[in-house]
Nanobody
Framework: QVQLVESGGGLVQAGGSLRLSCAAS????????MGWYRQAPGKQRELVAT???????NYADSVKGRFTISRDNTKNTVYLQMNVLKPEDTAVYYC????????WGQGTQVTVSS
């Protein structure tokens, strides 16, 4: 089993920045892709960004150029730097880890006020 602990969510004004962190623990050997998804009220969960163990990244079109995903394999931690935040970025953000199966964090709320 993999346990994921997220931090860094909060309330920010439009145009502001936040940095999310997600630390993995437990059975961490074999973790491949890490990433972030989000779910806004009344909407389906959607991909935000992912990063492979080799550092290849993938972003949703809506966040390209504003968000940056990174990971520290020595700390088993994935980060999401979010800049130029918009009200439409408001959602619960979930950390995601792939290790033979999918693991999810408990979610952290990000609220962007206009």
């Amino acid at each position: 089993q993999v346990q994921l602990v997220e931090s860094g969510g909060g309330l920010v004004q439009a145009g502001g920045s936040l940095r999310l962190s997600c630390a993995a623990s437990g059975s961490i050997a074999g973790i491949s892709t890490m990433g972030w998804y989000r779910q806004a009220p009344g909407k389906q969960r959607e991909l935000v960004a992912t990063i492979t163990i080799g550092g290849s990244t993938n972003y949703a079109d809506s966040v390209k150029g504003r968000f940056t995903i990174s990971r520290d394999n020595t700390k088993n931690t994935v980060y999401l730097q979010m800049n130029v935040l918009k009200p439409e970025d408001t959602a619960v953000y979930y950390c995601y880890v792939r290790r033979f199966s999918n693991y999810w964090g408990q979610g952290t709320q990000v609220t962007v006020s206009s």
